[in-house]
């Protein structure tokens, strides 16, 4: 395939992409000098860069994560210049503080969109569409059969399930960083106003949430109350907790998981879970298609997930289209 412009001035590297001009990497997986960060999954934001440039809330995650010392915030739609290219972050709704990275140099405009998703969420700054020549995008879910319901259906069926239980709970698998705070976010917009007890892992990330204008309510760390306290409530956990000792201390619980592999019946097998809920943080299929008709791009950089399909779909519709070779960008839990 001929090379762009892009190509003589953004290089993928399996550990980051770089931006030559500014010498800044986005998203490295290794420690750098320069770093631009997305947003604070652990994918995608490391401990031990120089210098980071993010925005406030993702500053705010990393610090809480890692102990880091806080980079350079750079708020929605405000940019800055680094050696002739002009960066600016616009809102990704992937979780709280995700961005999209708009780079403009050389007459040309690239978008990395890191992680996103196109649907409402009460916890994040939803998506903005950026016009662009190259989208270097996700695709984490692409693939046809990941086509996620309206998380109203499950947040339903998690009520339904929890009210079908008086004597017992049920138990949500959901990632400590954006999934959890969307569930206990949707579970009050649907009216559920009883507390929600949570992991102790969750509390100080719940915490930042409501520190930066994220409402979830009354929430009750579950550790160490009795069983008959959590009867006929939900408990919101990590995924890891789910078949650990401590999960074994609830009342008669109903395992559930929140995440967009829940589409795939054989990963629910595997896990134990007995209420799958398809809530996903990332763009499914036909949120990863529409978006690429939506900007037609002159040439698309698929990042991670499932490559092939996506590009394939790119070819049939007549869109320019190649897979980097990016590594540790999948976390099931985080789906």
């Not at 892009?6 to 399996?14: D, G, S």
């Not at 990941?146 to 499950?154: A, L, M, S, T, V």
């Not at 900007?295 to 997930?305: D, M, N, Q, V």
């Not at 394939?312 to 007549?318: A, G, V």
């Amino acid at each position: 395939m001929p090379r762009t412009a892009a190509q003589h001035w953004i290089e993928p590297h399996p550990h980051g992409i770089y931006v030559r001009p500014a010498d800044m990497w986005i998203d490295p997986s290794q420690a750098v000098a320069r770093a631009l960060v997305t947003h604070g999954h652990a994918d995608h934001a490391r401990s031990g860069h120089g210098t980071v440039w993010a925005t406030p809330e993702t500053l705010a995650i990393m610090a809480l994560r890692y102990g880091t010392e806080m980079g350079t915030p750079v708020p929605y739609g405000d940019g800055f210049e680094a050696n002739g290219v002009k960066i600016s972050f616009h809102p990704a709704g992937h979780v709280l503080g995700s961005a999209q990275i708009l780079l403009e140099h050389a007459g040309e405009r690239v978008i990395v969109t890191g992680d996103y998703k196109r649907r409402h969420d009460p916890t994040c700054a939803a998506f903005e569409p950026v016009a662009c020549d190259v989208l270097i995008t996700e695709a984490t879910f692409g693939l046809p059969v990941f086509n996620h319901p309206p998380i109203e259906d499950e947040i339903r069926k998690l009520l339904d399930t929890r009210n079908a239980h008086p004597d017992g709970c049920v138990v949500v698998g959901a990632y400590a960083l954006g999934k959890a705070q969307r569930v206990i976010a949707e579970l009050r917009r649907a009216g559920y106003d009883a507390p929600i007890f949570i992991h102790g892992a969750m509390q100080k990330m719940c915490d930042l949430y409501e520190a930066h204008g994220v409402s979830l309510g009354e929430l009750i760390p579950a550790t160490g109350l009795a069983k008959g306290e959590l009867r006929g409530g939900i408990v919101v956990a990590p995924p890891s907790a789910l078949n650990d000792r401590w999960a074994r201390r609830l009342p008669e619980p109903v395992t559930a998981m929140a995440s967009g592999w829940m589409r795939v019946r054989q990963r629910a097998r595997q896990r134990n879970v007995e209420l799958p809920l398809v809530i996903s943080d990332h763009a499914d299929w036909n949120e990863l298609t529409g978006t690429l008709l939506e900007l037609r791009p002159s040439e698309t950089w698929i990042t991670h997930g499932r490559t092939d399909a996506l590009g394939r779909w790119c070819e049939l519709h007549q869109l320019k289209a190649r897979a980097l070779d990016l590594v540790g960008r999948e976390d099931e839990d985080d789906g």
